[in-house]
């Protein structure tokens, strides 16, 4: 495999979609499909260091995954938390720093626990960073991010007339990160299903049929190189 891209997009954020799909065409439970996923975020994460992409967001876990059966959504936690205690190597040896985004609390016991003591652990880690989404949801976020606009505006401390763009943004749970340059979705669907709304208001989208278990640097590369051959324009016109 070839190593680093002349320009790579800074920020990747993945959709890993069809964990399920992959499970039970292999007749296999789910959480085998899980498991295997869990597999392919490991993968992924080493691909961004080979080939230079600086943020990377996983939409882990949605506000929505929280009405699964209650089996699926323990077993996920528990995949989690093993994730976290197992991966600290590899974003030691890679220089990674772990973020978190979403209402962490509402996540369970062990794995908020994990997920400090990681990111404790990584807090220096300036070479790249993995920011995993968990119990996210983006419209809760732009929500949250109006009512403490709201709350300061009531405070005094900002005026009606201060709120813009950047004034929301950096009450976003993103506001330490750059917006996707790329969001990647996995088995096929053409939706953003409640992810980066606002952060990905410029992103070039790529969707493939495979899905998350069976992705790997081949086809990421293969996402990365599509990304350099589109043309941004942010709404202007060609080379303006
Ligand atoms: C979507 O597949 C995937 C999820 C809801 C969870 C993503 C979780 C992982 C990749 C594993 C754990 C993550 C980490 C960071 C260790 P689906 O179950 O919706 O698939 P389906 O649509 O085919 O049923």
Redesign the pocket.
Known sequence: MSASLPHPPTHVAI??????????RQGKP?IE???A??E??RRIVEACSEFGVRYLT?????TE?WR?PPR?VAE?MR??E???AE?LEDLERHDIRLNAIGDLERLPLPVRRGLSRVMEATRDNSSGVLT?A?SYGSRAEIASAARRLAEDVAKGVLSPEQIDEEALAARLYTADLPDPDLVIRT?G?MRLSNFLLWQASYAEIWVTDK???EFDADLFRQALDDYGRRERRFGKVPNA
């Open positions: 959709i890993m979609d069809g964990n399920g799909r992959w499970a039970r789910r499909g899980h498991k996923g869990a392919s975020v996983l939409y882990a876990f949605s995954n699964r699926e996920l995949l989690l093993r994730f976290l991966r995993l968990l088995a669907e899905t998350w278990p």
